[in-house]
């Protein structure tokens, strides 16, 4: 019994070190100006909206991620110049076993202080109905290899979380117009084949009125 404790204590010890070694090399294992690139030009594509962000960082502990932080979306000039999204932090989770192989795959991505304005039109036309009405994108200048499996369909993980949201949503009238806000949205989506499933909660006010979905 106790030679295999021993055996037990030196695999533990051997991944460990293994680990720890992936995570020292980590910062020359992403090229942060390649992902920045990388992730604007594609978002960019898939909403047809110009999209910029702040900073990018990379984050170890407790698990390897990339941070990006001060992410705008630009709204359809038909509905002003503010921003249709604007995020405090968006995390990208890395998955470690491609890491180890010296390569760049998207997990999870965390959403955190997301602010989304939903505007409605006098002629009923959303700010939403032009999304997605993209090209096709370039690539990036110095983008280098492929990320492998992190193409432009990895940027988005395996799930999708959002952290106290707010989403505010105005319906343009002759009149005054129609103002809501839903609060401390919080909702996890999972793919699953065709489907997404949708978790969470909610808070819409004007009337202090719970969702739960």
């Not at 070190?17 to 992730?39: C, F, G, H, I, Y």
């Not at 990339?66 to 405090?88: I, N, S, Y």
């Not at 009923?124 to 369909?153: F, I």
Request: hydrophobic share 50%.
């Amino acid at each position: 019994m106790k030679r295999y404790a021993k055996w037990i204590l030196v695999v533990v010890a051997a991944i460990t070190v293994l680990v720890v070694a992936a995570m020292a090399a980590l910062p020359s294992l992403v090229d942060t100006p390649r992902v920045q690139a990388l992730v604007a030009t594609h978002v960019s594509h898939a909403l047809g909206r110009p999209v910029r962000f702040g900073a990018v960082s990379l984050s170890v502990f407790p698990l390897p991620a990339v941070d990006l932080r001060g992410l705008e979306v630009a709204e359809d000039p038909a509905f002003g110049t503010a921003p249709f999204l604007k995020l405090h932090t968006a995390r990208l989770a890395l998955r470690l076993r491609p890491l180890l192989a010296g390569r760049v795959e998207f997990g999870d991505l965390r959403l955190e202080r997301p602010l989304l304005s939903l505007i409605q039109g006098v002629d009923g036309r959303w700010n939403v109905a032009s999304l997605g009405a993209g090209s096709e994108p370039r690539a990036p200048r110095g983008a280098g290899r492929s990320t492998g499996a992190a193409g432009a369909g990895a940027v988005l993980g395996s799930r999708v979380k959002i952290v106290h949201g707010l989403v505010t949503y105005v319906a343009r009238g002759v009149g005054a117009a129609a103002r809501y806000r839903v609060e401390d949205v919080d909702l996890t989506l999972t793919p699953g084949g065709s489907l997404v499933l949708v978790e969470g909660s909610a808070r819409v006010k004007p009337g202090d009125l719970a969702l739960t979905v």
